[in-house]
């Protein structure tokens, strides 16, 4: 699959959302991070900011929802306009049924785990899932380093991925850039969350075509003729 770019609205300038929006237009998706102060420590914005959004963008949104009980408020992200909703397995009461209500409500499902947490004893859930996230910080704050040692992580997930034959996509979320996103690519993610390397660019949009064509080299070199 091709390497889909998702700028994070986390390190925009939230009063001017609108513009900033468009200024990534180009863009696979919008990434919308949903913080409650509770799951994690910050507070960002809520399902009426993603309706106003979606009216100023024609950019898919990706909502990552860093909020507890997402069971009870995921639906409402999906009603307001987000064309993926991301919820954590560490949040989850019923991850199964939430990834079917939100798959029923039209929106793609799609499940994040944080660092400490393994990916093997979510396997059997996979095939419920359009995409699995993988945090390489700690959710709760943009402009962090990216951790390194979530690479083999990434490769045990894209093999578990591809042994079970599934189309869904991985996508990686916490400092993603330049010099970070190859590696990414190398080990199997194809969709990749970047937030102060898009927006803290000069051009935000050339930015996004950059980081692009940087994870698809890297993708394609690693694939090779498979991919």
């Given at each position: 699959m091709a390497a889909q770019?998702?700028?994070?609205?986390?390190?925009?300038?939230f009063a001017r959302l609108a513009q900033e929006a468009r200024a990534v237009e180009g863009a696979d998706w919008l990434?919308?991070?949903?913080?409650?102060?509770?799951?994690?420590?910050?507070?960002?914005?809520?399902?009426?900011?993603?309706?106003?959004?979606?009216?100023?963008?024609?950019?898919?949104l990706d909502?990552?929802?860093?909020?507890?009980?997402?069971?009870?408020?995921?639906?409402?992200?999906?009603?307001?306009?987000?064309g993926s909703v991301t919820f954590h397995a560490e949040a989850a009461a019923a991850p199964v049924r939430?990834?079917?209500?939100?798959r029923a409500q039209g929106a793609r499902a799609s499940m994040a785990l944080k660092p400490a947490t393994p990916i093997e004893p979510y396997e059997d859930l996979l095939p419920e899932l359009d995409m699995l996230l993988v945090m390489t910080v700690e959710p709760g704050f943009g402009g962090q380093a990216?951790?390194?040692?979530?690479?083999?992580k990434i490769r045990r997930t894209r093999q578990l991925i591809d042994k079970h034959g599934l189309q869904m996509w991985l996508q990686v979320d916490g400092g993603v850039s330049a010099s970070t996103i190859e590696r990414c690519a190398e080990a199997g993610a194809d969709v990749f969350v970047a937030?102060?390397?898009?927006?803290?660019?000069?051009?935000?949009a050339a930015a996004v075509r950059g980081l692009r064509q940087q994870a698809e080299s890297a993708g394609a070199a690693h694939h090779g003729c498979a991919g």
């Open positions: 770019i998702n700028p994070s609205i986390l390190s925009a300038d990434h919308v991070d949903v913080m409650d102060n509770h799951f994690v420590p910050n507070l960002t914005l809520g399902a009426p900011v993603v309706e106003a959004l979606r009216k100023a963008t024609d950019t898919p909502c990552h929802l860093m909020i507890e009980e997402p069971d009870r408020w995921a639906p409402q992200y999906v009603e307001a306009g987000a939430l990834a079917r209500e939100i990216f951790l390194d040692i979530m690479l083999p937030g102060s390397a898009v927006y803290g660019a000069d051009d935000p």
